[in-house]
């Protein structure tokens, strides 16, 4: 069977004007992956990433870390949720909820696994940009896409969300699978799936090698 690498980006910049990009460290993090690839010898076929900056950066790193120089092919089906939007669309009975939204980072991902929770349920009241189901349907068509590539060897670069539901599609597990996976998916972990054209196979998950180490430990990061 064919395999592929399912990344989750570098560390973004949370609580800045501007969260899709890399921070230095997300940068640090992504080339040392690529390093960790390059020291095993490894080599990708295809390089297949969301349309979102933080995943063009993590790629680009990732490949200068294997001195790789391949052309990226997009699929937005890799693209994160909006997750502010879900925020957003929190109704007046969920006040208190949606004030965590501007709070710090432990209590705005509190919130956000309660607020995903509702939007599984279809109880979020404002206007969204896409439904649960919209969005478990465009990670679908990423998985298909990947599937029908026909490279051996996949290089694919996304974010917490799709990852998280990437394994609960494999799984076939229930939906609020698919939202304990993707809070817990630190940044430049890898996914190992094999594939072929019919079926999809977890093979191991969160991986982080890379950070892993006495020296790295403060690099582990989840935002």
Same mark, same amino acid.
């Given at each position: 069977?064919?395999? @592929?690498? =399912?990344?989750?980006? !570098?560390?973004?910049? @949370?609580? &800045?004007?501007?969260?899709?990009r890399l921070s230095s460290l997300g940068k640090q993090q992504s080339f040392w992956l690529g390093q960790y690839f390059a020291e095993r010898g490894m080599q990708f076929d295809s390089v297949i990433i969301g349309t979102q900056l933080r995943h063009r950066q993590t790629a680009e790193q990732i490949c200068r870390g294997m001195a790789y120089a391949p052309i990226f092919t997009e699929h937005a089906g890799?693209?994160?949720?909006? @997750? %502010?939007?879900?925020?957003?669309a929190l109704g007046?009975?969920?006040?208190?909820l949606k004030r965590l939204a501007s709070g710090?980072?432990?209590?705005?991902?509190k919130g956000l696994k309660q607020v995903l929770q509702l939007w599984t349920l279809d109880? =979020?009241?404002?206007? /969204?940009?896409e439904s649960w189901e919209d969005f478990t349907q465009r990670v679908n068509d990423a998985r298909h896409f990947i599937q029908h590539c026909g490279a051996q060897r996949v290089l694919v670069v996304s974010s917490g969300g799709? #990852?998280?539901?990437? *394994?609960? /599609?494999? =799984?076939?597990?229930p939906a609020n699978i698919a939202i304990e996976l993707n809070l817990q998916i630190?940044?430049? *972990?890898?996914? %190992?799936?094999?594939?072929?054209e019919q079926s999809v196979k977890l093979a191991s998950f969160n991986n982080i090698p890379h950070l892993d180490?006495?020296?790295? =430990?403060?690099? #582990? &990061?989840? !935002?």
């Open positions: 069977m064919a395999e @592929f690498y =399912l990344v989750r980006h !570098g560390q973004a910049s @949370f609580g &800045t004007d501007d969260y899709d890799l693209n994160e949720y909006d @997750f %502010h939007a879900l925020y957003n007046e009975d969920h006040v208190a710090d980072k432990r209590d705005f991902y109880q =979020l009241m404002g206007a /969204l940009p799709p #990852i998280g539901m990437m *394994s609960r /599609l494999v =799984l076939e597990a630190k940044n430049s *972990s890898f996914s %190992h799936y094999f594939f072929n180490q006495l020296e790295r =430990l403060d690099a #582990i &990061t989840y !935002g």
